[in-house]
Structures are given as C-alpha cells and as structure tokens.
C-alpha cells in the first residue's frame, strides 16, 4: 500500500525572501506536494511551484490538481512560470472556493494579461481548467477524498483536507485564529495525521497584526491539541524571520506539542496510514 507523502516546495509567506538568512529554511512562497497513490495534489501555487514544474516537465505529460487557498499574490505566483502549462498532452485543473469578486477562471485570466504578464491565458487554456466546489461539500480525486473549509482572513481563504487510505493531512495557512480554537477549523483537523497550520507571527508579535489573516506557533499547538492530531508543521514563515529564528520558533513549539517541526523547503514527510499504525 503506497504511503501519502507530503513535499514542500515553497514555505515563507506574504513575498518570496530569498538569501544567506532564509537559505537553510528556502525562501520561496506557499507550495506543497501531496502525492496519493497515483495522485499528485499541489497545495497553493505560490514561487515554489516553479521549480516543481520543471521536475515534472522532465518525465514527460502529467495530470496535476493545485488546491489553491485564496488568490493573494504569494500563492499565485508561480501559476504563471509551471511550466507544465505550456506544453500539451499535460492536465492541470486549478480549485478553489468563490472568491467573492469573480469567478476562478476569470482571476487566473486576469494574473495572465496584459500588462502583468507577457503570456496570454488563451495560450495555456487547454492545459489548464478552473473548478468551484462549493463549500461543505466534500469532492473527490480519484481515490482521495477532500473537505474544504473556509478559514479566517481579510479575503475568503479555503482550508483543505485531504485523506486517502487512511491517512489525511490538513492544510489550513493564511488564517486567524480567534481567542478560543476555530471550531469549524477544529472539526476539519480532527484526528488528522498532520496539520500544516499559519504560524507566521509570534505571540509577541501578534497583538500588533490583529486583523492581517495570520497566526502563531501557541494557536497552532492550542489547535493540534484541540482536534487531536498526530503531528503539526509550522509554515507560512514571515520573510523577515531568519533560518536561526525559525529554528527557536520551532523549539518553542516543540516544547509544548513534541513533534512539532518547521516547515522546510525540501523536507518530505511520509504519512503511515492508521490501520498499518495500529498492526504494527
């Protein structure tokens, strides 16, 4: 039975923060490969998806799903530069919940216009579709199967969680936590194998970003304690933290949830389905 691994490829937030002090932790924006069986499933497209396609192009046509969180820029980005796009016989369909503004396809066209980019999306628009699902409604991928949740931020934001042959991960970044634990964020990480969960802030630094869609390592552990889940990952790393600064965020958590870890660019983890957890 194929394990359900989880590759990040992109983990800071809000702008793409490359050099010496984020090297060692990546400084690319939010972009994470599930892979399921025979499933490829990408969590946000943000500038780490760039350096995905260009491994994906090497082995020739695919078919991908990018579960994207919301439209903000840090995880659109790297729609544009995937280079899978741009070549036929790929398949790539785009979701995310409504928006509010306009429809998905209608966004995707905007980012790729001009005069924001060179590349019209006529061009790519047979490779690339656009999908909807609406809200509590969970939807399939093949075998995997998804919940969406909406979360807490100034524009709609979607949590995803995705669970195939008993084992699941949650995704839920770019959201706020309230003065108790989100109960519907609560109810879509219970008993989730892993949680990558917005820990941009500090507490300290919290009270001074009430209302920007972020959160902090504390909310994060106060959650993963709430709906029980196995292991947390801290992601959405501010761009002014440096590599060593990630690192005492991440003791800091782990000291309150042991196993907790940062999210890394690079990093894979290998998620063991429950009913082989419990044989062995």
Not at 7 to 35: D, K, L, Q
Not at 51 to 63: D, F
Request: a negative charge; proline letters at 6%.
């Amino acid at each position: 039975m194929e394990q359900l691994s989880i590759h990040f490829h992109g983990v800071r937030g809000s702008i793409a923060a490359p050099g010496v002090a984020t090297a060692r932790v990546g400084g690319n924006t939010s972009c994470v490969e599930v892979r399921a069986g025979e499933h490829r499933i990408v969590l946000d497209a943000g500038t780490g998806l760039r350096a995905l396609g260009e491994r994906l192009i090497a082995t020739g046509p695919t078919a991908t799903t990018i579960l994207l969180s919301h439209l903000h820029w840090d995880h659109i980005q790297g729609l544009p530069f995937f280079t899978p796009i741009y070549v036929s016989g790929n398949w790539i369909e785009v979701v995310c919940g409504p928006n509010g503004t306009m429809p998905l396809e209608a966004a995707l066209r905007r980012q790729m216009s001009a005069p924001f980019f060179p590349v019209d999306f006529e061009d790519v628009s047979r490779q690339v579709r656009a999908r909807e699902p609406r809200i509590g409604e969970p939807f399939a991928i093949g075998d995997v199967r998804v919940t969406m949740a909406k979360l807490n931020h100034p524009d709609p934001v979607f949590g995803y969680r995705l669970e195939h042959r008993g084992a699941s991960v949650v995704y839920a970044t770019d959201t706020e936590h309230f003065a108790c634990v989100d109960p519907a964020l609560a109810r879509l990480a219970a008993g989730a194998d892993v949680l990558i969960y917005d820990a941009q802030y500090t507490p300290e630094e919290y009270p001074g970003k009430v209302g920007w869609g972020h959160s902090t390592w504390e909310a994060a552990v106060a959650l993963a304690r709430t709906a029980g889940v196995r292991q947390l990952v801290l992601y959405h790393h501010d761009p002014r933290r440096s590599d060593d600064a990630i690192d005492v965020l991440e003791a800091r958590a782990q000291a309150a949830f042991p196993g907790t870890v940062a999210a890394r660019e690079g990093a894979v983890l290998q998620v063991e389905p429950r009913s082989t957890r419990k044989a062995a």
